[in-house]
C-alpha cells in the first residue's frame, strides 16, 4: 500500500452542508477501494490564483490516505466527473524522505483540528473584556470632559 495525499477544490456556490457532503463522497470512495484514511485538513475557502469556470474563490480540503495504486484511478476518475469539484491533484510519496513529510502532515491535520476549538474559545473571551472595557473608558472620558 502507496502513502497519497490528494487536494480538491469544491465550487464555493454550494452550501456547508454539500461541501461536507462532497468531502464525505471523497472519503467513502477511498473506503469502498480498500484505502484507510489517515487524516483531512480542510483549508477552508480561499481564493484561486486565476478563474476556474468563472469562479474566484474555491473550498480546498486535502485527505492523506494509504491504498492500492488502482484506487488513484478510480478517485480520479469520480473526481473528474464530479461537476462541483473544481480541480484535483494526487501527490504519491515513496522514498524515505517523502514518508517522513507525509507522517508530519498526517500528524499536523490531525492536530490542527483540536488546536483551532482550543484557541477559539480562547481568542473570544480574550476579545469580550476588551470590547466591555471600551464603553466605561469612553463614559469616563466625557464625564471629565464635561
Known amino acids: 500500500m502507496n502513502c497519497y495525499e490528494t487536494l480538491f477544490v469544491?465550487?464555493?456556490?454550494?452550501?456547508?452542508?454539500?461541501?461536507?457532503?462532497q468531502?464525505?463522497?471523497?472519503?467513502a470512495i477511498i473506503?469502498?477501494?480498500g484505502g484507510e484514511l489517515k487524516a483531512t485538513d480542510d483549508m477552508g475557502m480561499r481564493r484561486l490564483a486565476y478563474p476556474i469556470e468563472k469562479q474566484e474563490r474555491g473550498?480546498?480540503?486535502?485527505?492523506?490516505?494509504?491504498?492500492?495504486?488502482?484506487?488513484?484511478?478510480?478517485l480520479e476518475r469520480q473526481l473528474r466527473y464530479?461537476?462541483?469539484i473544481?480541480?484535483?491533484m494526487t501527490v504519491k510519496y515513496t522514498n524515505k524522505k517523502e514518508l517522513a513529510v507525509f507522517d508530519k502532515m498526517v500528524e499536523a491535520a490531525n492536530k490542527k483540528p483540536a488546536a483551532e476549538k482550543a484557541e477559539a474559545p480562547?481568542?473570544?473571551?480574550?476579545?469580550?473584556?476588551?470590547?466591555?472595557?471600551?464603553?466605561?473608558?469612553?463614559?469616563?472620558?466625557?464625564?471629565?470632559?464635561?
Open 59 to 74: 473550498y480546498y480540503t486535502v485527505v492523506y490516505y494509504t491504498a492500492p495504486a488502482e484506487l488513484v484511478g478510480e
Open 31 to 33: 473506503a469502498e477501494e
Open 82 to 84: 464530479n461537476e462541483e
Open 122 to 146: 480562547a481568542a473570544a473571551q480574550e476579545e469580550a473584556p476588551a470590547e466591555s472595557e471600551a464603553p466605561a473608558e469612553e463614559a469616563a472620558a466625557e464625564k471629565s470632559e464635561a
Open 23 to 27: 468531502i464525505a463522497r471523497v472519503k
Open 10 to 21: 469544491v465550487k464555493p456556490t454550494l452550501t456547508a452542508e454539500e461541501i461536507e457532503g
Open 86 to 88: 473544481l480541480r484535483f
